[in-house]
């Protein structure tokens, strides 16, 4: 005889809590349910007071899967060095072997998922700009909405201890659920007013594009990116899910994605995937070399051929493919790489753009790819350890999250990580807008400047700035 949904979930309780009094510990619990509800954003919007600093969101450009997260049951953040990223799996690992799970389960994205990011260079020292997220910060929300295809779960996280109470902990996710599920109607956001615009160090900026044009000419180095930063101050405080909203009108060909820590928030629409896994099945992109979009049918096909012809942009391109593609040989058994770039064209900006896949050999976890891939040669340069020793001593911009890998990764293996680009960091009433470029032996500082101009446009047209022609 099927038992009810609410004795499953106090049957699943009961078995993490006597499992946290055997260890002596915390034992992660899960209960994953079917709802009806077709706008994530409105269930961010939910959270906004009771959750404020503790949301994400995320949705990718085939819609397939979007994530809302709420609230924090636990944080996973790890040591600054070059072993971060197994750090990370190793305290996921170590959760998941313990915790209980009740409901729906074995759907992808649902259930325990952890969502967060690494920042760009675990190298760099953190500045004020960047102190809420750390060098890397992960973490299991209270409430997850998942839509995956047509379906949505909500998962329900609770971490267990020897001396809690099952009835507690059943009132109290009846209350909160109930209190989420009242408020999806949500309301309406304001539109803010820009009060100013402003370009960080531009002609520093240019300055040093010059002299790593130079340094390219007689070192070793082939190529370097080179990020800068576009200040706005708004009247008022920045509200996220406006500026997720409008990403999500404006950039349906991107990642869509937020992270809250404290009162900051990381924001953006990235077009690059990084890694997505899938069983043992694993996709990449290389994205590397990009043109403005034109403002007819006409100039927009004229740019994009140039784009496919242009022996710079060709070659930055593939720099990537090279890398990943070597990635991806050194732990599949099976990898498959078009011969030709393709274009990906988004509102603001096009790209060139390759698909790599592979079949992943048994055992390999998303971390290491992760690992292993970051930085691409289309954030870092080549050869990487000395372009990225050399972005830390010449750029003049602490990245943060910028350009760094943030996503997700549920129980199951499953996981997509994105380059978190075309974004922004929000406090209170500011935003600190990040693009950067490749710089290679025939680049010049006026024209990589205009790039990275083009590049701050989705955010700059998302926030209500004023877009670079």
Same mark, same amino acid.
């Given at each position: 005889?099927?038992?009810?949904?609410?004795?499953?979930?106090?049957?699943?309780?009961?078995?993490?809590?006597?499992?946290?009094?055997?260890?002596?510990?915390?034992?992660?619990?899960?209960?994953?349910?079917?709802? #009806?509800?077709?706008?994530?954003?409105?269930? *961010?919007?939910?959270?906004?007071?009771?959750? +404020?600093?503790?949301?994400?969101?995320?949705?990718?450009?085939?819609?397939?899967?979007?994530?809302?997260?709420?609230? #924090?049951?636990?944080?996973?953040?790890? +040591?600054?060095?070059?072993?971060?990223?197994?750090?990370?799996?190793?305290?996921?690992?170590?959760?998941? #072997?313990?915790?209980?799970?009740?409901?729906?389960?074995?759907?992808?994205?649902?259930?325990?998922? =952890?969502?967060?990011?690494?920042?760009? %260079?675990?190298?760099?020292?953190?500045?004020?700009?960047?102190?809420?997220?750390?060098?890397?910060?992960?973490?299991?929300?209270?409430?997850?909405?998942? !839509?995956?295809?047509?379906?949505?779960?909500?998962?329900?996280?609770?971490?267990?201890?020897?001396?809690?109470?099952?009835?507690?902990?059943?009132?109290? /996710?009846?209350?909160?659920?109930?209190?989420?599920?009242?408020? =999806?109607? &949500?309301? $309406?956001?304001?539109?803010?007013?820009?009060?100013?615009?402003?370009?960080?160090?531009?002609?520093?900026?240019?300055?040093?594009?010059?002299?790593?044009?130079?340094?390219?000419?007689?070192?070793?180095?082939?190529?370097?990116?080179?990020?800068?930063?576009?200040?706005?101050?708004?009247?008022?405080?920045?509200?996220?899910?406006?500026?997720?909203?409008? !990403?999500?009108?404006?950039?349906? =060909?991107?990642?869509?994605?937020?992270?809250?820590?404290?009162?900051?928030?990381?924001?953006?629409?990235?077009?690059?995937?990084? /890694?997505?896994?899938?069983? #043992?099945?694993?996709?990449?992109?290389?994205?590397?070399?990009?043109?403005?979009?034109?403002?007819?049918?006409?100039?927009? +096909?004229?740019?994009? %051929?140039?784009? !496919?012809?242009?022996?710079?942009?060709?070659?930055? @391109?593939?720099?990537?493919?090279?890398?990943?593609?070597?990635?991806?040989?050194?732990?599949?058994?099976?990898?498959?790489?078009?011969?030709?770039?393709?274009?990906?064209?988004?509102?603001?900006?096009? @790209?060139?753009?390759?698909?790599?896949?592979?079949?992943?050999?048994?055992?390999?976890?998303?971390?290491?790819?992760? $690992?292993?891939?970051?930085?691409?040669?289309?954030?870092?340069?080549?050869?990487?350890?000395?372009?990225?020793?050399?972005?830390?001593?010449?750029? &003049? =911009?602490?990245?943060?999250? *910028?350009?760094?890998?943030?996503?997700?990764?549920?129980? *199951?293996?499953?996981?997509?990580?994105?380059?978190?680009?075309?974004?922004?960091?929000?406090?209170?009433? $500011?935003?600190? !807008?990040?693009?950067?470029?490749?710089?290679? $032996?025939?680049?010049?500082?006026?024209?990589?400047?205009?790039?990275?101009?083009?590049?701050?446009?989705?955010?700059?047209?998302?926030?209500?700035?004023?877009?670079?022609?």
């Amino acid at each position: 005889m099927a038992i009810s949904e609410e004795t499953e979930q106090f049957q699943g309780l009961a078995s993490a809590i006597q499992k946290a009094k055997d260890l002596n510990g915390q034992v992660l619990f899960s209960h994953i349910k079917k709802i #009806n509800c077709n706008n994530p954003l409105s269930f *961010y919007q939910a959270g906004r007071e009771r959750y +404020a600093g503790e949301r994400f969101f995320w949705e990718d450009p085939a819609k397939d899967i979007t994530i809302t997260g709420l609230g #924090n049951v636990k944080k996973l953040q790890a +040591a600054s060095n070059a072993d971060r990223y197994r750090e990370v799996e190793m305290s996921w690992i170590k959760l998941q #072997n313990t915790a209980v799970k009740t409901g729906v389960t074995d759907i992808e994205a649902t259930g325990p998922l =952890l969502f967060g990011g690494f920042s760009f %260079d675990y190298e760099t020292n953190s500045t004020l700009l960047w102190n809420q997220f750390g060098d890397n910060l992960f973490y299991i929300p209270a409430f997850m909405l998942s !839509l995956v295809g047509e379906q949505a779960y909500l998962t329900t996280n609770l971490l267990c201890s020897p001396d809690d109470s099952e009835k507690l902990f059943i009132d109290m /996710i009846n209350e909160r659920e109930s209190f989420l599920i009242e408020s =999806l109607n &949500g309301t $309406e956001l304001r539109a803010n007013t820009l009060v100013k615009q402003k370009e960080v160090k531009p002609k520093e900026w240019k300055q040093t594009v010059a002299e790593a044009v130079e340094e390219i000419k007689t070192t070793d180095l082939d190529k370097i990116v080179l990020a800068r930063e576009l200040r706005l101050v708004f009247e008022r405080s920045i509200d996220s899910e406006k500026v997720l909203e409008q !990403l999500i009108a404006e950039q349906p =060909l991107s990642y869509i994605f937020s992270l809250e820590a404290g009162g900051d928030c990381f924001v953006g629409a990235t077009p690059e995937r990084l /890694i997505k896994k899938q069983g #043992n099945e694993v996709f990449s992109t290389c994205l590397a070399g990009s043109m403005g979009r034109g403002k007819t049918e006409e100039e927009d +096909a004229c740019l994009g %051929d140039e784009l !496919l012809h242009d022996q710079k942009n060709l070659q930055e @391109h593939q720099y990537v493919v090279s890398m990943i593609s070597n990635a991806f040989e050194a732990v599949c058994e099976k990898v498959i790489v078009p011969t030709e770039p393709k274009l990906m064209k988004n509102r603001h900006i096009q @790209h060139l753009y390759t698909p790599v896949r592979g079949i992943c050999n048994e055992g390999v976890t998303i971390f290491e790819f992760v $690992e292993s891939l970051h930085p691409t040669p289309a954030m870092g340069g080549l050869p990487k350890e000395e372009a990225v020793a050399r972005i830390r001593e010449i750029e &003049g =911009l602490e990245r943060g999250f *910028y350009a760094g890998p943030l996503g997700w990764v549920d129980a *199951y293996g499953n996981g997509e990580f994105a380059v978190g680009i075309r974004s922004a960091l929000l406090q209170d009433n $500011e935003a600190s !807008l990040f693009a950067g470029c490749g710089v290679v $032996e025939d680049s010049t500082p006026e024209s990589e400047f205009q790039e990275t101009g083009i590049k701050f446009n989705p955010m700059l047209s998302a926030l209500g700035g004023n877009l670079n022609e």
